[in-house]
């Protein structure tokens, strides 16, 4: 997946957010302005090709202020459409550099 494409999806509102994805944002007090921004300024650190029913990424990127902001996106290629799968503010317990999972 390309992080372009989700960009421009976010650009041209063809966004959906699941449920759950509402209530991660809510409960970690993210607003969906500063979870776009995070995207359009992030990047893609894990690929998942072979999700279903859409190939997804997580993204990682900051918000205004520079916090960090993990956030899961599906893209469907049909109609161009992202999904927000989840998002959320990412453990520095869990995490190297916001990017690489510290290995248990």
């Known amino acids: 997946m390309n992080i372009t494409d989700i960009i421009v999806a976010i650009q041209r509102s063809l966004v959906r957010i699941t449920d759950h994805a509402d209530e991660e944002a809510v409960n970690d007090d993210l607003a969906f302005d ?43 290629p049909d109609n161009l459409w992202v999904v927000l ?13 916001w990017k690489i999972r510290v290995k248990t």
């Open 34 to 76: 500063e979870i776009y921004y995070s995207v359009i300024k992030g990047e893609i650190i894990e690929d998942y090709p072979n999700d279903r029913p859409y190939p997804s990424c997580l993204v990682f990127g900051k918000n205004f202020t520079g916090e960090p902001i993990h956030s899961v996106w599906g893209y469907n």
């Open 85 to 97: 799968l989840t998002v959320y503010r990412p453990d520095p317990k869990r995490w190297i550099d």
